[in-house]
Each structure stands twice: as C-alpha cells, then as structure tokens.
C-alpha cells in the first residue's frame, strides 16, 4: 500500500460524502431534540464515509513512515487535497440548500464562508510560514474543524454548523495575520497565556490543548452542535423577509 494511495482514496472518498450532503442536507436544527424525527439515511451515510476519509488521512503518515515512502511531494498532495475535501463537503452542503425546496440563499452563503474560512486558515498559515519561522496560533485548526463536521452530521444539525464555520474560524485566520504581522515586526507574542498578563488568560480561546480552558471551549462548541434548538431555517427566513420589506 503506498501513502499516496490512501491520500487520493480519502479525497475521493470525502467526494462521495460531499454528494450525500448535497441530497441529505437538513433545513432545521437539532434532530435529537425533534420528536417522531427519523434518521436521515444519506447524512448517516455521508458521517460513515468522513470517519473513512479520516481513517484514510491519518494513516497516509504512518504508511510512509512505515514503509520508507515518506517525500516531500507526498506531504504536497496530502495538503493540497485537504483543501479539495473541504470543498467537497461545503459545496456539497450548498448544493443541497440550493435544490432542495425553496432556495435557502442564507445557508448556501454561509456554505461559502464555511469553506472560505476553511481555506484560509490553511493559506495563512503556509504563506506565514514562508515568512517566519512557524504559525501555528488559532483554535480552528483541522482537527477541530474536521470534528465540528461530524459531530454536526452525526446530529442531523447541519445549520448549527455552517453557521458557528462561516463566523468562528474567521478569529483563527485574523489571528495568525496578526501572529505573522507582530513576528515580521520584531516581537514576541506568547503562545501559551500562562506565560502572559491576565488579559491573555481570560481569552480561553488561546490555550493550548490539553489543558482545562481549551476543553470548556471546546464542550460550548460541542454542545452547539448538537443542542442548538433555534429553527434556524425559519428565524432567517423571517429576519429576511423583515429586511426586504
């Protein structure tokens, strides 16, 4: 088995998870919380195949490492179809906003920020990193990121989260500007918050892993995704209709 192989195998993979969201998208939030709700066969498929193509993506490393293939050029494709995954699955979920019922325009933009933002982060980070030595500030890393999604679909709440990342992730991407902008500029800026003043340890959003501040960020996220209750389709839906008129 080469590493590429498992690199391309999750790329298509997550394609065919991005197609489920498209025809499985949901318009409401919370399924757990709707009563005489049924699954939704197509967002469980979809959740099935991202855990495959997360399978897929951690063990590329380990096969290279394994097997003696580890390269450069491998590294380069395991990056560049991160991004086209991320595509996959927020131009699936538009899609799905888009043809499914009434045009819902809100959630197909959001869809589009999400991926955006999803971007971004990644292309701050490698562009900051041909400038500085590293970059490696921000919560909305990929893991977090990655999780977010599943957790969502798991819980059939596909609006909580197209809009926590169409918003939250922007801060991981002003954030490294700002990390890069402060390095060029000859400073310091602590890493962890333990090593700064109380303004920087109030920002529970800047800990690292691992420690007790990151996982209560990390819980109000969770419970975000699967808790959220607001029906998100109808509150926007009305908000328009308010501002057109």
């Known amino acids: ?43 469980l498929l979809g959740g099935g195949l991202l855990v495959l193509a997360s399978a897929c993506d951690m063990l590329d490393g380990a096969v290279a ?18 991004r086209f995954s ?7 979920i538009a899609i799905g906003y888009a043809v499914q019922g009434p045009a819902n325009i809100t959630f197909v933009l959001l869809s589009m920020l999400s991926f955006v933002n999803a971007f971004m982060i990644s292309y701050a ?21 990655s999780a977010a999604i599943l957790i969502a679909t798991f819980a059939h709440n596909i609006p909580a989260l197209v809009i926590q990342q ?19 500029a000859g400073k ?27 996982d209560l960020v990390t819980g109000l996220n969770i419970a975000w995704l699967i808790f959220a209750p607001i029906p ?5 839906r009305q908000l328009a209709e308010v501002v057109s008129t």
């Not at 169409?166 to 060029?184: Q, S």
């Not at 800026?189 to 501040?213: C, I, N, S, Y």
């Not at 998100?232 to 926007?236: G, H, I, K, T």
């Open 1 to 43: 088995m080469r590493p590429n192989w498992l690199t391309v195998g999750g790329m298509a993979i997550t394609a065919a998870a991005g197609v489920c969201y498209a025809l499985g998208v949901g318009r409401q939030f919370a399924w757990t919380l709707r009563s005489g709700a049924s699954p939704n066969a197509y967002l």
């Open 65 to 82: 490492r394994l097997g003696t293939h580890s390269s450069v050029f491998g590294q380069f494709l395991d990056s560049m179809l991160d």
């Open 86 to 92: 991320d595509f996959a699955v927020y131009s699936g």
């Open 125 to 145: 980070k490698a562009r900051a990193e041909n400038l500085i030595a590293s970059c490696p500030v921000g919560y909305w890393q990929r893991g977090e990121r």
């Open 166 to 184: 169409a918003m939250l992730p922007l801060l991981t991407v002003v954030r490294r500007i700002l990390y890069t902008r402060a390095v060029m």
């Open 188 to 214: 310091r800026p602590p890493l962890d918050p333990r090593a700064g003043r109380w303004w920087l340890k109030v920002r529970l959003w800047r800990w690292p892993r691992m420690t007790v501040p990151y």
């Open 232 to 236: 998100a389709y109808d509150v926007l």
